[in-house]
Structure formats: C-alpha cells, structure tokens
C-alpha cells in the first residue's frame, strides 16, 4: 500500500481556495489531479479541497509502519476455562510457538490449585521484522472446584489491577514516553463442548467481565462435536449469550461505520468459533498438517471443514488485532479511569481502598 | 456353562451310570425357573450433564429410555437441584426378560457450587436399601421387589487431566454402598494415546484416594480359556473409554451405529475404536456378580450399621446419619 515518494517530486502545496467543481456532496469526488497514487478526495466544508497535486500525505502510512517496527507492539491475551480444555495448545497452536508452558498435564506433583491463580508469562516473537511481546496470561484453577462460587474475582481483580497501573502512570507529573501496557487486551473464553447449553459459571463469569474486558468465546476441542451437533451448540450458545446481556467482542456498539458493520457481523453470526488445538505435524495426503491423530481419520487443525481454527487465527490476528487493543484502550480503561476519577473527586490517585471503591487499587 | 451341560447331557441319558442320582441337573430347574420369573436391574448413572450418558444408555440396551426428553439451557439450571428419576424398561431377549430400571441424576455437578449435589443420591441408595430392609422383616416376603441400586457407572470427563475433586469425593461417598464402575465418556475426544494416558492417570488417582471400584472376579480354574482371556482384557481395560450412539452411518459399505465426523467415522461396535464393547460385554456377562456382591457386600453392610443403630424400620421417616439439610433434599426427589 506504501508507496516509495522519489524525493525530487515536492510539487508546491495547492492554495486551500474553495475551487469550483467541489459541490456540497459528502463522498469523496476524486478530483484531483493527482498523477502518483491516491487522489484525495474532495470534503464538502471549506479547508482541505481537491489536491492540484500529490502531496505525500498517504506516506505516513509507511511512516507509521516504520516506527512500528522499530519500537514493536505489546500484546496480552489471557485465556480462561476449566482445566484439560487445551488452552496452552490453543495459544500455542495460534501463535506457532511454544509461548505457554502446556498446564498441568500428566506430572502426578501438580495439582489443580484450590484458588485462581493467575500466571503471566512474557515472549518477544517475530515477524517479517515486526516485533511483538506478546504476553499469555494463564488461569490456572479457574472452575476446577467442587465449589466455584466467586472464582472469576481474582480474575477481575487483576484486569482492574493493569488498568489501575497505566492510570497510575499516565497521571504521573513526569511520565514516561511509552507507558508499559499491561492491561488485558483480549480475554480467550474456553466454553466446555457438551452440546447441550452452557453452563452456569460460563454465564456468571461473562456477565461479570464482559464489561470489563475483550471477551471472545471459543467452543474447545470442538473435534468432540458432529457437524450437526456443532451448529445446534453455537445457536444455543448464541442465544444463551443473547438472553443474558453478554456482549462479546466484537461488541455491536463499538461499530464505527456500515464497512465495520458488514464485517463484524459476519464474524458474530459464525462465533463461537469451534477450534481443535494441536502442537503435532501428520501427514495427510503428502502434506504435513497439524492435527490430531486417531483410529478413525486425523483431525486436520487448519482446514476450515474440520474446525474453525483458521478463522479464530485470522480475526484474532489477522484483522482484529489492533482493534482489540484500540478497545480496550479507548473503551473498556477509559471507563475504568472515568470511574476511578469520579470517584475519588480528583486527579490524585489513592493508594489506599476507599470503602464505596469495589476496586482495589492496592498498587 | 457349555461344558457342564455336555455333562449333565451325557449322564442324563445314561441313568443306568452307577452312583448317579440326577441331582446335576438341578442348575437346569433353575435356569428355568430363572427364565419364567424374568431378571430385575437397576443401573445409575451418575456424570455431569453433556457427557453423554442418555445415549450411552440408549446405546447399550438399544432402547430410547428418554423419548420425551427436554434438556434445559443454562438459566432454567440456576434454580435446580439434583433430581432422580428412574425409568424402568422391560426388554426381552429370546425369551429371557429383563426388567431393567435406569436411575438418572440430572443437575448433578450443574451447580456453581456443587457441595451438596451427592447427598441426594446417596439418599436415594439407602433409602432403597431401607425399602428392601422393611421388606425383608415383613410378614408377607412372597413378592419383594428389588430396586437397590445394582451398580453405578460413573461417567468421567475425557477434557480433564485425570479425576475432578468432584469425582473423587462423589465415589468415596458411594463405594461402600454401591457397585462403582467408572467410565470414561465421549472417548472419541481422545487420541490413543491420549486415552491411555488417562486411564492410567485415573487408576492411579483411585489408587491414591482409596477409592474402591467394582472388580471383576477372576475366572474360574474350571472354565475356558476364551473366557478366562475375555476376563483378563475386561479387567485390563478398565476404565472403560466409551462412546455411544444409536445413529447408522454407512462405513465401508456397511451400516454401523457410529459418529459421522468430517474427518472419519467412529464406530460404536468397534472394539478398536473404543470400549463400548467392552462394557456392555461386563454389564452382560456379570450382571449376576453385581446383583450378589449388592446383596453380599452393600446391603449387608447397610443392614448390620442400621440394625446396630436401631430405632424404627419404616421405610419413610428415619433419618441419615448427615446434616438435617438432607431430610430436606429427599423431600423434592422424585421416588418411583
């Protein structure tokens, strides 16, 4: 998309006089006379009209990519579900790497844990020379118990604990050029594939952090499920999600335009996204697949007739990536700081618990 | 009993044989009488909703136990507690009758808190061993029916690592009164590796807690070795990872109760494919083992605490040895 501007060309800047053929129509008319590349298109109200010339504005594309790559991008996914679901083989399956350690296994010393935990474990990994520091956040004894009451309240707590840091830092007198973020940009939902409906903890637990956080449902080890079976559980699940209020990402309300529109629900009517994890390669008609292996046929990870693995991979990162970080920025901490800021009348941040303060800010 | 049977064949007709009185053919007037009368069973099953466990059962004895069946979605589940329900089937089979009786637990481990979800069905178990109790010392035992619990397949998740707390609580509480059979469900979820992985991590859990499982009894010196091998795999291969349906796909040119998946076909009477086999085969040849171990075993050792503690032998009103909570549960089970 970035077009190289050979630097002799620096045609004089158009004076911004209101020329004659701009009507007051508000799409874009490509009138310019724009020899190189993108023409930009006339906006009704006066100022900034019809280009006489390129000017080079569309490089700041490439500009922003350049500082991108140099400074790289942070990027915190945390995924939540009862144990044995394939959350570390998810996330490592998604981000081809071993970037979280696969949970508790088969070694007879580790136990599930009584309470929540919550294990944060960073990687720098990289692309065509982009670097992302990416961190998987791991929820360890989430819904384990015989009594699961509450357990999604270490969960929220922490979330509230990474907005409460980058509010910390961002009031600070003195702050630092590029606050460290922490903060939850996308919460991965497992969602146990009975077929029959969610279960109680599933709705308790997004009803309670949907407003908080990303929330993205996916329907685990899918490869459990009959095509037929599959499609009855997503309806279920939909309906189920609808009925209760919950609204996961990406949320209906935080659609900008009808483009954003189109594309968002295309994604929303096909989710939960029914995905099969796997860290194995097979052959599988002279090619080597992950997948998983059985008597009756292997199950292939990334053909989308098999499971919706790939789909999961290309909105996740592929096209929504920086949308769940724009998100969760702009929305889910501003939120947060708007609360946080009225309720303790004032910029000063407290450091102690104030009684009417359900947050505790206790960094 | 083919050979015992060539026995009696060869000395019956020869009753002029020295020393034979006949009365080997005692086993025969037995059978017989066996027959007539027909053969009760009660199974449970036990297991966390979504495992599967109405199929199973629909699979096993090629019946639909559930034709009515309403499965509610998560918001109607808030406000349930576990219920029982018992349906009872009469099936036959050249001749034979049986009269089978299903006990369902739904709501079992549905609940954000599921502390209590077994005292119900623990209810329920004595309270048919109370039933039997009364019965028993009663005046008139011509016609006593047996609905104790025979044995309880416990359904194990094939998503975990190993046994829940749940589960491991759920069958310490059980294995003094019932016959524990754990099965693990859905198999088809795992690779072979996969599920032998678990089942070793499962036997070595019930290991670790002390719980005690149904054991299979060891063949007979006197019997044939296809049946002593056949005992010897059974016992190998427990837990049993099955998977059920009652559905027909065609596989290979033939018609197969299986699960059709995009990327192969599971069938259900494959013994390669899962144990489905292998359980029903158990259930089968050892249903008479499970109904004298119940007698033997359980409700004598239901018999001797109740009687050592007294009080009345009603069959309502006697209390459990729990909190008073558990008078309240068995109030809103629902007692065929």
């Known amino acids: 998309m970035s077009e190289i501007v050979p630097p002799e060309v620096r045609p004089k800047p158009a004076v911004p006089a209101k020329p004659s053929h701009v009507g007051p129509s508000s799409t874009g008319i490509p009138s310019a006379l724009g020899s190189q590349g993108s023409g930009v298109g006339g906006h009704g109200s006066g100022g900034g009209s ?33 144990s044995g679901l394939g959350k570390s083989t998810l996330v490592n399956t998604l981000f081809k790497s071993q970037v979280s350690r696969k949970s508790s296994g088969w070694s007879r010393d580790e136990k599930i844990p009584k309470t ?22 791991d929820t360890p004894g989430f819904g384990d118990q015989i009594n699961n009451e509450n357990c999604w309240e270490p969960i929220s707590k922490y979330i509230n604990e990474q907005y409460e840091k980058f509010l910390k830092e961002e009031v600070n007198i003195a702050r630092k050029k590029r606050i460290p973020d922490t903060r939850v940009h996308c919460c991965l939902y497992f969602i146990c594939p009975t077929g029959h409906s969610l279960r109680q903890l599933d709705t308790e637990f997004m009803k309670h952090l949907s407003r908080v956080v990303n929330i ?42 009808l ?105 | 009993m083919s050979q015992a049977e060539k026995l009696k064949q060869g000395q019956f007709t020869n009753p002029e044989t020295p020393g034979y009185v006949g009365f080997a053919n005692l086993p025969n007037q037995v059978h017989r009488k066996s027959v007539k009368k027909g053969f009760e069973f009660t199974l449970m099953v036990v297991g966390e909703s979504g495992l599967g466990k109405s199929t199973l059962i629909n699979s096993l004895f090629l019946t639909d136990l559930y034709p009515e069946r309403i499965i509610p979605g998560a918001a109607e589940k808030i406000e349930r507690t576990v219920q029982i329900e018992a349906s009872t089937v009469e099936i036959e089979e050249r ?38 109790l009364h019965d028993e010392s009663g005046l008139n035992r011509r016609h006593i029916v047996d609905n104790r619990v025979h044995c309880c397949f416990y359904f194990i998740s094939p998503l975990g690592h190993g046994l829940k707390p749940l589960d ?25 590796r996969e599920r032998e992985r678990l089942k070793r991590r499962i036997l070595d859990e019930i290991d670790e807690h002390g719980i005690k499982i149904y054991h299979l009894p060891d063949a007979e010196s006197d019997e044939d070795e296809d049946f002593k091998e056949q005992t010897r795999i059974l016992k190998a291969s427990i837990p049993f990872a099955v998977v059920g349906s009652n559905q027909q796909i065609e596989a290979k040119g033939k018609k197969v109760r299986g699960r059709l998946y995009p990327w192969g076909v599971v069938e259900v009477e494959n013994p390669e494919h899962n144990d489905f086999l292998k359980l029903r085969t158990m259930l089968i040849t050892h249903m008479q083992d499970l109904q004298e171990v119940t007698q033997d075993l359980h409700y004598e050792n239901f018999r001797s605490e109740r009687l050592k503690r007294g009080g009345r032998l009603s069959s309502h009103g006697y209390i459990l040895p729990l909190s008073p909570a558990t008078v309240v549960h068995m109030k809103t089970q629902h007692l065929s």
């Open chain 1, 216 to 257: 993205i449902p996916v329907i685990a080890k899918s490869d459990t499920l009959t095509v037929e079976e599959k499609n009855e559980f997503k309806q279920k699940v939909r309906k189920e999600l609808e009925i209760s209020g919950i609204e996961f990402y990406p949320q209906k309300e935080f659609d900008e335009d």
């Open chain 1, 259 to 363: 483009e954003d529109k189109s594309d968002n629900d295309k994604i929303r009517e096909a989710m939960p996204f029914a995905v099969v994890g796997s860290d194995k390669e097979y052959q599988v008609n002279g090619k080597r697949v992950l997948g998983r292996k059985t008597p009756w046929g292997v199950v292939e990870v990334e053909n989308p007739n098999h499971c919706e693995f790939a789909q999961l991979r290309d909105f996740l990162i592929r096209s929504h990536l920086q949308d769940l970080k724009e998100v969760t920025h702009n929305i889910h901490y501003e939120t947060y700081r708007a609360k946080r800021l009225n309720d303790n009348g004032g910029l000063h941040p407290i450091s102690s618990a104030t009684p009417s303060d359900t947050q505790e800010s206790n960094l």
């Open chain 2, 95 to 132: 001749g034979v009758k049986l009269r089978l009786t299903v006990v369902d637990t739904p709501g079992y481990g549905d609940a954000i808190n599921s502390q209590d979800c077994f005292s119900t069905i623990i209810a329920y178990i004595d309270d048919q061993f109370e039933r039997y």
């Open chain 1, 50 to 82: 019809a280009l006489l010339g390129y000017i080079g504005i569309d490089t700041i594309i490439e500009q922003m990519r350049k500082k991108t790559m140099k400074t790289g991008f942070d990027f915190n996914i945390m995924v939540v579900g009862s």
């Open chain 1, 116 to 137: 929540v935990e919550i294990k944060a474990v960073s990687h720098v990994i990289e692309e065509g020379g982009v670097k992302m520091k990416l961190t998987v956040i």
């Open chain 2, 168 to 192: 491991v609580q759920f069958m310490k509480a059980i294995h003094n009164k019932v016959n524990v059979v754990p099965v693990i469900a859905k198999a088809d979820t795992l690779t072979l």
